[in-house]
């Protein structure tokens, strides 16, 4: 009746969805009746719309009478009888289909009972061969194949749908019975063994009983005694090891007469740490798989992790009072700060009387020798390097734990996910249909559910599909070994910048200036594929040097960075390459800057240092042949000597000092390369994508930042010695260039002999019969090239590649700025812009020349890298204009390259010194003001 009354409320809207319904006889049924009242709806509407337009025209089927002889000829009747044929038909099909489908749900029926009671047979046959096996074993002491008859019956019993009350009457009763009565005995008799096993220490029967114990479900009782069995294991062999580290102790003291030499902490720490482990590779696996339902393996690891803390933190806490790391840690925090304070400090001079190398501040009394120190320091590495790789090993253990459980967890719901898709196929209910069951069930809460049992069946289904695995925490993430490894590495991270700050300390205080000894060739490539011939023999000729400083740092920095990384401890690691960082950029930077501003610049000072003020170190035999003098040779043997060793002994001081400028490009090169080794250390000896690893790499990247700090520093000292070079390089070009009035009639123009033509100077008012005489006589840029070679040849052998470049870049600005000015004070003729252009072409091909970098080759390179020189190629191009209409798109082009510099006044000033050039012309095209 029920299902009546909703067929009427909510008829089907088509004949196939009546078909599909449960009761296809009501459904069309509803449906006819449905159509029905929509055809008087609309038969009744139609009436009124007629009512409404009388003047409607009715179709001719319509006005037409039917025939009297034969009513059924009529098309409206032969319609409405195929109407009601359709219907009868349709009632037939309906009628059978229910029936049909009454007869399919009958026949299911009885499939799925003789299903239910093969299935009770099938579990009766086994329940009565495991009740035989399991007690005819259980009197004849065959545990294995009693536990085994007993794990197939305790599985046919967890399935709820396994074990029927039809199943137990087909089994019989006697045979449930059984099987209780067998489990019990055979249990009892199982933790009886277990139990005399672990007082006796019997591994090999432990690892026996220990699987039956998994059959027979008694995991909980078993871990209890094997944790017990494996604390008295612990317990012995730590007893062990401390008892044959007191016997080497006792012979140590024995041979040593008093007790010098000890064994070292980390020994016995390490002996504890390989006892835990090999306990751990031992006895894991079996209990991680037979024990695992009653968490055994968590216990396993929590037992033996407890026990490593309980026998380490005393070792640990003994090596921290022997060693005074507390009191050690807190003097060396002193000294550092006292040391930093020293060379961090404004106003010293390194050439001063009063400032001592070395004064250590008591690093030796309060902490101890270098070498002592540094001992310990290994001593403290090897410490937290074993605790650091126990720890590993323990976290990877956890770990693998997780593993198996997630491995286990998955394989669980596969089997329920597969036994779920049986069920749905022998019931013949899809998972969408039992959802749509389930949902029409949850609406109409008077319909109850067919069984219990299925009901939590299904619900335990869904919430496995639901459920995702999570990891058991077994050690907690900060344990107290961590505690001790974090107050060790605090201790020894102190101690250790300490170590690098007085190491700096004691190669700043050894360091003799004068002593060849400790400088060396520089360690740096000087190899350049250079175009120009000049450049290959620059660099075949360089007798570049740098000092053992920088070597003596960088070495420090490196062995106590490399030893902290060696402990894998992130902590610490860390800790040591940030205070590395702080050091040398701080301390070895700041030092090294002021030893090149105070020794190395401060001697090549022209003038007043190894460089002569009036010319150049080799000048003098040119200052007398441009003098038309000859050099005597009637000098004798021992002046000869005498200036021979004055010549080597200036050059050897240039080659000193310019050693303290590249101590700060070695330094920067050893930084790159130590931030290399320590990023290969951080990918080969640290656990990869962690937010510790990451923390120290960001740490160790940090070195870049102190690399750049030297050549910035680098850059500054070659920015200082060319500012003190400035005024010899301003009085050279002043001597090339002449006064520079451009009142003076050139000297070949006059008539001047050939003893004058060296006396060239700038002039570029030149006309045809001048420009002649000045192709074939020593122009001032030939001068000036060979004063400029005077001044910067000397220390170019001897400076870095890098660093040269960059000072004879600066050199070439300086000149280039002062001829800039001397040009302003000409005039040009059309002659003089071609003698002008030829001039500037020959001073770049002589920088060009005298640089030794591959990429400053280019043109454009070098421009951008010399703004000065590019403003002097760039006015001979305006000067060399042949009409003003020229300019705009000569200074167009230019600016669309990037090349241009001149500002317009410079233009309109440079123009209006051209002869043939008017001012107003001039600015009107620049549209200029007067």
């Not at 019997?202 to 005694?225: I, W």
């Not at 990918?683 to 930042?705: A, I, K, W, Y």
């Not at 003089?832 to 280019?858: P, Q």
């Amino acid at each position: 009746m029920a299902t009546t009354i909703s067929m009427r409320e909510d008829p089907p809207k088509s004949m196939v969805d009546a078909l599909d319904c449960d009761d296809p006889y009501e459904a069309l049924l509803a449906l006819s009746e449905k159509s029905h009242e929509t055809a008087q709806q609309l038969s009744t509407q139609l009436v009124q719309d007629l009512e409404q337009f009388k003047t409607i025209e009715l179709p001719e089927l319509l006005h037409r009478l039917p025939n009297l002889k034969d009513v059924d000829s009529h098309p409206v009747s032969t319609a409405v009888a195929c109407s009601e044929s359709i219907l009868n038909s349709l009632t037939k099909i309906a009628s059978g289909g229910s029936q049909a489908s009454q007869e399919i749900k009958q026949l299911e029926d009885e499939k799925r009972t003789l299903e239910e009671h093969a299935q009770d047979v099938e579990t009766a046959l086994i329940l009565r061969k495991a009740s035989d096996q399991a007690a005819q074993s259980l009197s004849a002491q065959r545990y294995e194949q009693a536990s085994r008859a007993i794990a197939t019956y305790l599985q046919q019993k967890q399935q709820k749908n396994r074990l029927t009350e039809r199943a137990t009457q087909y089994a019989g009763e006697y045979t449930v019975t059984q099987l209780e009565s067998t489990h019990q005995s055979l249990c009892q008799t199982l933790m009886e063994q277990y139990s005399e096993a672990v007082q006796q220490s019997d591994v090999v029967q432990l690892g026996k009983l220990t699987p039956l114990v998994q059959m027979v479900q008694m995991e909980q009782e078993a871990v209890a005694l094997y944790v017990r069995f494996l604390t008295g294991v612990l317990s012995t062999e730590l007893g062990k090891v401390q008892q044959q580290q007191e016997q080497q102790q006792q012979q140590q003291k024995q041979k040593g007469k008093g007790g010098s030499n000890k064994t070292p902490p980390h020994v016995g720490m390490a002996r504890v740490y390989n006892t835990a482990v090999t306990i751990l590779r031992h006895h894991l696996p079996m209990v991680s798989h037979c024990l695992h339902r009653a968490d055994g393996d968590a216990a396993v690891v929590q037992l033996v992790h407890l026990q490593v803390e309980q026998a380490v933190s005393p070792l640990f806490q003994q090596y921290i009072q022997s060693k005074q790391l507390a009191v050690s840690s807190a003097n060396a925090q002193r000294i550092y700060q006292a040391l930093e304070v020293k060379y961090k400090s404004s106003g010293f001079s390194l050439q001063g009387d009063d400032f001592d190398h070395k004064d250590d501040c008591g690093f030796a009394q309060q902490v101890g020798s270098l070498a002592d120190v540094d001992a310990a320091l290994e001593e403290a590495a090897l410490c937290l390097q074993h605790a650091e790789s126990y720890t590993r090993f323990i976290e990877h253990t956890v770990r693998e734990v997780n593993k198996a459980r997630a491995m286990r967890f998955r394989q669980a719901q596969e089997q329920k996910r597969i036994e779920r898709e049986r069920k749905e196929w022998a019931t013949g209910l899809s998972s969408s249909s039992s959802e749509k069951k389930k949902t029409e069930n949850k609406a109409d809460s008077t319909l109850p559910f067919e069984d219990d049992d299925e009901k939590e069946d299904d619900d335990a289904f869904d919430e496995d599909e639901d459920e995702d695995y999570k990891p058991l925490e077994i050690l907690p993430p900060h344990t107290k070994l961590h505690e001790e490894v974090a107050e060790v590495g605090g201790y020894y991270s102190v101690i250790e910048r300490s170590l690098l700050l007085a190491s700096m300390q004691r190669a700043f205080g050894n360091m003799i200036e004068e002593d060849l000894r400790f400088y060396n060739p520089l360690g740096l490539s000087n190899d350049h594929d250079g175009n120009s011939s000049n450049s290959t023999t620059m660099a075949n000729t360089k007798h570049a040097l740098q000092t053992s400083l920088v070597e003596s740092c960088l070495y420090a920095a490196r062995r106590g960075t490399q030893r902290a990384f060696a402990t894998g401890h992130t902590g610490t690691a860390s800790a040591v390459a940030n205070f590395c960082s702080d050091c040398l950029e701080g301390i070895l930077a700041e030092h090294l800057s002021r030893r090149a501003e105070d020794i190395g610049v401060s001697a090549l000072k022209p003038g007043e240092g190894l460089i002569s003020g009036s010319g150049g170190i080799f000048n003098a035999t040119t200052n007398l042949i441009r003098q038309g003098q000859t050099v005597s040779h009637a000098v004798g043997g021992a002046k000869a000597v005498d200036e021979a060793a004055k010549r080597r002994k200036i050059q050897e001081g240039i080659a000193f000092a310019c050693a303290t400028l590249n101590d700060l490009e070695v330094a920067a090169h050893h930084t790159h390369e130590l931030e290399k080794v320590l990023l290969q250390a951080v990918d080969r000896g640290f656990p990869p994508n962690t937010p510790h690893t990451e923390q120290l790499r960001m740490c160790v990247q940090g070195l870049s930042s102190v690399a750049e700090t030297f050549e910035m520093s680098a850059n500054s000292a070659v920015e200082s010695l060319v500012s003190v070079m400035k005024p010899r390089i301003r009085a050279i070009v002043t001597d090339a260039v002449g006064d520079g009035s451009g009142g003076a009639s050139f000297a070949v123009m006059g008539g001047a002999n050939a003893a004058d033509r060296h006396a060239v100077r700038m002039n570029y008012n030149l006309d045809e019969e001048a420009y002649e005489l000045l192709a074939v006589s020593e122009g001032y840029i030939s001068r000036l090239c060979t004063c400029l070679d005077e001044l910067i040849q000397p220390l170019c052998n001897h400076l870095a590649d890098r660093l040269a470049d960059a000072m004879v870049l600066e050199v070439i600005g300086t000149a280039c700025k002062r001829l800039e000015v001397s040009l302003k004070k000409c005039h040009y003729t059309a002659m003089g812009a071609l003698s002008l252009d030829s001039d500037v072409r020959d001073f770049i091909n002589y920088s060009k020349d005298r640089l030794a970098s591959n990429e400053l080759n280019s043109n454009v390179a070098l421009y951008r890298a010399c703004t000065p020189l590019s403003r002097l190629l760039q006015i001979a191009k305006l000067m060399n204009v042949d009409d003003l209409e020229d300019v705009v798109d000569l200074v167009n082009a230019s600016k669309r390259k990037q090349m241009w510099d001149l500002s317009s006044q410079d233009v309109k000033a440079f123009l209006c010194l051209r002869e043939e050039f008017e001012e107003d012309r001039i600015n009107q095209l620049l549209r200029l003001d007067d």
